[in-house]
């Protein structure tokens, strides 16, 4: 008899879950509480702009082994584009300075001794800063690691880091920061490439894995909100939509939930509950032909510009003190930035969109990391998954992925595999 298991959650940790425990012939059955799969990481038409949209603009490097075999597994290897090296643009708002860190493919870092491939302004003894993030305790601050000012604290070490982190760079967990680095830069600018999903996060990330799962005949069902976990002695019993009890039976459960909604549904769950705000700007404008993919901006509101063929987004981490701003105030501010950078005309404001995601991420502060849960459940038959577990990286697509595959691991030890 096939072994079944009931995924609670259709993000990208609870996808890749489903993908490593069909593949593996398990009976898959997945309940989503929206009208359909992605979580943070979907993609839609947005009527505003009439064009397909992403949430946001989620980065992958080419270094981040779960989601490139997640790619791989279902048939969407070919979905992300970027460089064909590690580069990494910037321009400076306020001087109008542009320049470009660009590592070298191999993974001894000969990059680091040429002014022109390096942090402009910063001395080579400065970058060893990378180091040290790298053998960084549990408890250190990225500022408490990393000198907080001068050209290579603003020019590189701050934009980086609050993109990856979500919360100012100096308060943010100098642990996660050298692990992020540890499994690229460490590793040569092979590992580095800044790649994006295109057209869309849907086309690479989700579509196919749906195809995937299909094709295996796992259940997926939507608008379907847990509400309740039954328990009975160290085991999950029952599953509560709202319409009654569903006995689980024999069923490994994978819960791959927000970590707000976890500790609802679980017990004494200790999860991170300070979250950090992302704001994202789309615009119905075609990228120039010689505007880079990704772009990093300094001196002004934009953070990051992601160049589309029918669209320019724009992602702004560690946001909260933007969620309250009126929207179209947000555009034309964000626009100017965009403009600037991509000389365009400042004042000619394209059709826009801008999506507030008040709790985009957990805050990948030290303490918030301490707070973070193990996959394993004192449960036999119940796993986490999500990016807010312990996954030994900040909150993102490569740690939502990998969370999945270490719950669906465990799903595969309690059935007995």
Not at 90 to 112: E, K, T, V, Y
Not at 361 to 389: H, I, M, S, V, Y
Request: proline share 6%; charged share 25%.
């Amino acid at each position: 008899m096939t072994k079944a298991v009931r995924i609670v959650g259709a993000g990208l940790a609870g996808l890749s879950a489903a993908v490593e425990l069909a593949a593996a012939g398990y009976r898959v059955e997945i309940d989503e509480a929206a009208a359909g799969a992605g979580g943070r990481c979907r993609s839609y038409h947005d009527p505003q702009l009439g064009r397909v949209i992403d949430n946001g603009n989620h980065l992958v490097l080419s270094g981040n082994s779960a989601a490139m075999a997640y790619l791989d597994r279902i048939g969407a290897g070919g979905r992300l584009t970027g460089p064909d090296h590690a580069e990494f643009d910037f321009h400076d708002l306020r001087s109008g300075m542009r320049w470009r860190i660009a590592a070298n493919d191999g993974p001894i870092p000969w990059w680091l001794l040429s002014p022109g491939r390096r942090t402009p302004g910063a001395r080579l003894r400065d970058h060893l800063a990378l180091a040290r993030l790298m053998l960084a305790g549990t408890g250190a601050r990225v500022g408490d690691v990393v000198r907080s000012d001068g050209p290579f604290w603003e020019r590189l070490i701050e934009p980086i880091m609050v993109a990856a982190l979500n919360v100012p760079a100096k308060d943010g967990s100098a642990r996660l920061a050298g692990a992020v680095l540890t499994q690229s830069l460490a590793r040569g600018g092979r590992a580095s490439r800044p790649l994006i999903a295109d057209p869309t996060l849907d086309a690479a990330f989700v579509a196919p894995a749906l195809r995937f799962l299909s094709g295996r005949r796992a259940a997926l069902r939507f608008g379907r909100r847990l509400r309740r976990i039954g328990f009975a002695g160290d085991r999950v019993a029952a599953l509560d939509f709202g319409a009654g009890e569903e006995p689980v039976g024999d069923a490994t459960v994978v819960l791959a939930v927000p970590p707000w909604t976890a500790v609802e549904l679980v017990p004494g769950l200790i999860a991170p509950d300070r979250h950090s705000a992302i704001v994202n700007a789309h615009y119905a404008c075609a990228a120039p032909k010689a505007a880079r993919r990704m772009t990093g901006l300094l001196g002004g509101l934009a953070e990051w510009v992601f160049a589309f063929d029918d669209r320019l987004s724009v992602t702004i981490s560690a946001a909260d003190r933007l969620v309250e701003e009126d929207r179209e105030v947000l555009a034309r501010r964000i626009w100017a930035d965009v403009a600037a950078t991509l000389d365009l005309p400042p004042d000619a404001l394209p059709r826009w969109q801008i999506v507030k995601e008040k709790r985009a991420t957990f805050a990948a502060t030290p303490e918030q990391d301490a707070r973070r849960p193990p996959a394993r459940t004192q449960w036999k038959n119940l796993a986490l998954a999500g990016d807010w577990t312990q996954t030994g990286l900040p909150a993102t697509i490569e740690g939502a992925i990998r969370s999945g595959v270490a719950a669906a691991r465990l799903a595969k030890a309690a059935a007995g595999a």
